[in-house]
Every structure is written in structure tokens, then in C-alpha cells.
């Protein structure tokens, strides 16, 4: 798997420049959790653990909103082009979800004081993912009002999963900081 | 990293179009016409288009209801009041084709489609908006009618006149007036290019195309118990009609009366609940759902032969189901331990 | 956490409830019916009882909604065949009283059958 990280990071870094390294590098590690969750069996259709949005939010937190957007975005398209779910509702719901997350978090990067730490940051881009998704799925695809009723689910599925990637992002961290220090 | 950004704007771009298409959807509507509730069901990407087509087929209807209302002042009942007083009676190119089509059905169905016993109708008091409330009509009163014997056999019909040799005749097509419109509907609705419709007036109904990527699937009710009690999927452009002892009856002293009148006796025929019948033509479907509902367990397989009708369900006072092979081959029974007879297939 | 962590917490654990609360209880389903009287359609939700009195083209007639059913109680018409049809409850079943052109439906939910032949 991580050979195939790899390769697909080859494939992205044609001019380089350590900008250009840094994305693709993340983006390649999120595309990999992208497909290995696909492959997961998932007790309802669009509940995932989305461990995918630890590597966004950590992007977004040490990088900046551009950034997580450039990895956000070639993770779900070249994620579902290598899944072969490219343009497929599949692709549609996380493409939507992956907006619905960028926007709140463009928000999230304008707040005023301390804003928000990583917990904040995954547990309201998990919500709004899911919110996205949703909505696509209603609009495109099921626009039947028993979808509703599988709403509470799903979003408290998101809730778990945001609090447990934020604990995630917030330990990288920590662990990032401390390389970092011992480098300086 | 310049031409990166480059692609992806295009696959996004590409991707927002893909999806800029709503899927097509059922738009249903419901207006009150022909006596009845007209349910039009049409599968379009645009409400506007639904909305044609439901305004096509209320114009249709009510053309057809006013044209051939057989107890509110109309055309009809111009000519009925000039057939009785032996009147050679002058017709219009529509009328003309409507009551030969009628008259072809009621000979194939050995008269028991009836249509020229509008007298029977009215003594038995069908012939208003509301369900009678008994008591029945005199023996003496019916056994009379019943032997001037009414049929449209006494009509002499050219394209511009029609005339009676029985004075007795009075003409109602209320096994027959809405199958004829929803035929004429249908045609109206394929011309405006609506491909995928249902046009359901009071319960009959002829579907054309389907559901998109499924057809369209239609429920039978039940004669006796609230539900369905079979279900089919239509092919193409079928009519589906059902006529049933629960659809316009009174009860007066625990005995039910309902508005299928078995011309030889007079009374409400007895013995069937129900019978379903499809056929490509709604008219077609519509008289001889009535004329095999007369026909009973015995003869409904003869009068299906002689009208060119494959696929019937027939339900007996006993909850049977009578069935020919090409109506076994392809419903759904919906209810459990039902007792089937699946009969005929010599043809 | 800072406290704008908290607040989104907060928030997600007010959320929940809410949704839980709103999408799953009161209608059981969700269900609506739909009262139509000549050409005018009113829409009702079968969460709540209500008494509700339609004019048609003879008189009133008085529909209920109870527990989530529907039914006729009362009509102008003579057959009254509008109230034997009694209690409605599954997408799709509907009765209607001829004479008066009222009709009630329920809605909400995909019915079976995209049409019913009777």
C-alpha cells in the first residue's frame, strides 16, 4: 500500500518544488485512507470513519486553508479515479462532502482569537461533510423523505469519528512539535 | 503545479456538469372528472411538462363526460329521448365511430356488454352522482324492461344516422365511455410526446412506458379486504381494468346491490367479485372487464376467446382465482394461501 | 480545547438530540395526507388529531385525523360509502366521497404500487 502512496506521489510532482513535494506527499497518504475505507465494510451506506479528514485538518492547521483544499480535493478525485468510481454517485457524495468541509473550515480560518483547536476542527468538518453528503443524496439521488429518518444515525456517526480523528490530529501534533523542537 | 491546478479545474468542472441534470421523476396529480378521480402519473425531468400533460388529459375526459353523460342533459340523452319516440337520429364522424366500437365489443361479448340498457341502469338508481339507498326496484318493474330485451343488436348505425328498431333501447356507456377516453388521452398525451404516463380514472388505467429504469407497478385491490391482492408490472402500453361488486352498491336488509347488471335477468350479476383484464386498448379492456364479470365462472372463458382478451383474473364469490395461463405467467399474487385455477390455454 | 472547541461540542451535543428528537418521534413516519376538495389540495401532517371540515359542492364534510390515521366522519352525501371506507393509514390508500368531490390520501411515505386498480 504505501508503494502505491508513493507511485502516485511520483505521478503528481513532475516540476517540484518542496511545496509541490509536500502536497502530493499528504495528498498520496490521504488517498491511501481513502481507499482503504472504501474497501471497509460499512454497517450503513456513508457512515465511514473518514480517517481521511485527519490528514486535511492537519494540513489545514499547519499549511493553511489553501492548501487542505489542493489535498482535499485531488484526494477524493484521484481517489475515486483510482477506485474507478470517478463522476459515480459514490464520487459525487464525498466530492460534495469534501466541499461542504472546505467551506467550514474557510470560516473556521477567519474566527476571531484563539479559534478552534483540532478537536473543534475535525468534529465541525466531519459534521458539515456529512451535512454535504447528504444533502447531494437527497437532491441527486433518494429524494424521499424517509432519508431524513437515517439523519440522527448518520450524524452521530459523524460526531464520534470527528472527536476521535480531532484526538488523532491533536496527538500528531503534539508529536510534530516535539520533532520539530528537537530538530531546532 | 500550474498545470495541476489546470486539470483539476477541469475535472471539477466536469464533474459540476454531470450532475447539473435532475433525474427524472413520477409527478402525480388528481382532478375530479368522468364522476370520478382521475389520477395522471407522469414520469418528466420538469413539473411544467407534467403539468401539460395532466391539463391534456382532464380536457379529454371531461370532453368525453359531457358528450356521453347518460343522466345529465347532453348529446347522449338527446338521442336517447329521440330513440325511444323511433326517431331516425342525425350523428356527427365521432359519435359514429364511438358507438360502432361499442357495438362491435357488445356483439363479441354476446351482448352481455350491454350499453342499450340504460332503463335497467336508471331503475336500479345508478343513474345519479350519489349511491342509491334502496330498497331495490319492483320484480314487476325490472321483469318488464328486461323483456322489451334492449340490445345493440336493434341499432341500425351508418356513419351519419342511427336508429333503433326497439324502442326500449336506451343508451349508457358506463362500461365503455371511460376506457374510450382514456384511449383517447393516451393517444393525446403520445402526440404531445409524453412517453411514460399513467392515466388512472376511477381505478382503471392504461400505463404506456415506464418508470425509468423499472415498469410501472400497478397493485389490484382486494374485492373483499382493505390492501391488494395482486400486482403486475405493465409492459409497454396496456390497459388494466378491474370491474368489482365493491365499486358502486348499496345494501338494503343485509343484501348487497351492486351496478354490473346482468342484462338476461335485470339484477346485479352474481356469483364474481371481481374481474381484471388487460388489454392494449382501454374501450376494449373496459367492456369486457363488465361483460366477463357477467359471464361468471362458466362462460368467461368463451366471451375472453370471442373478445380477443388473453389475460383475465377472475374472482369468485368464494375468493378463487380463476386465471388464464397468460395472466398466471406474469402477476403477482400479494396475499397468502390463495386458492388459484389457472384454466383454458387452448387457444 | 480552546473554547471555541467547546462551543462546537456543545453544539454537536445539542444537535444530536435535536435530530434524534425531530426526524424519529411525534409522526412515527413522517407521514402527511393530503385533503382535496374540487381542485384545491391541503396537505396535513397525521402527527397531530385534528377535526378538520372541508366544503364541497353538496356540504361539509367533517374528516379526522387521529393517531395517525385518517378517516371520514361525516358527509352530505346518501351512499356514505366515503366513511365505510374508514381509517387510512399506508402511503398510497385513499377514499373519497364522489358526490361532495373531497378526497383524502396519505402520502409521505413510497407507496408499493405507482397505481392501484380497482
Redesign the interface.
Known sequence: MSEHANNSADS?T??T?P??HLVAWLAALAITIHIIESVLPSPLPGVKPGLANVITIAVFILYGWRTAV?VS??RV?VGSILIGTF?SPT??LS?SGAIASLAVLWLASH?P?????P??LC??AA?AHMFGQFYTAYL??I????L??L??LL??AA?IF??ISGIIVRSMLHHLGKRHGQEK | MRLRRLTLLLLTTLALTACSEPLPQVHKARLFTLGTLVDVSVLDRDEATAQKATNIVETELALINTQWHAWRDSPLTKINQQLAQRKKVAIDTSTYRFIKQAQTLATMSNQLFNPAIGSLVGLWGFHSDDTPVGPPPAEAAIEALVKEAPSMANITLTPTTISSSNPAVQLDFGAFGKGYAIDRAIEKLKLAGVENAIVNAGGDLRAIGSKGEHPWRIGIRHPTEAGVIASIETRGDESLFTSGNYERFFDFDGKRYHHIIDPRSGYPATGTLSVTVIHHSAATADAAATALFIAGTQQWQQIARQMGIDEVMLIDRDLTIYMTPQMAARIHIEIDDANIRIVGGQT | MTRADYCVVLFAALLLPYLYITQWTGNESGITASIMSGSSTTQLSLAHDHTVEVAGTLGTSVIKIEGGKIRFVTAPCLGKQCIHSGWLQHAGEFAACLPNRISIAVLGETPRFDSINF
Open positions: 503528481t513532475i516540476k518544488t511545496d509541490d489542493w480535493m485531488l478525485l463522476l464520487f459525487m466530492f474566527l482569537g484563539a479559534g478552534l483547536g478537536i473543534g468534529l465541525v459534521m441527486l439521488f429524494p424521499h423523505d424517509g431524513f429518518k439523519l440522527p450524524m452521530t460526531v470527528g472527536i
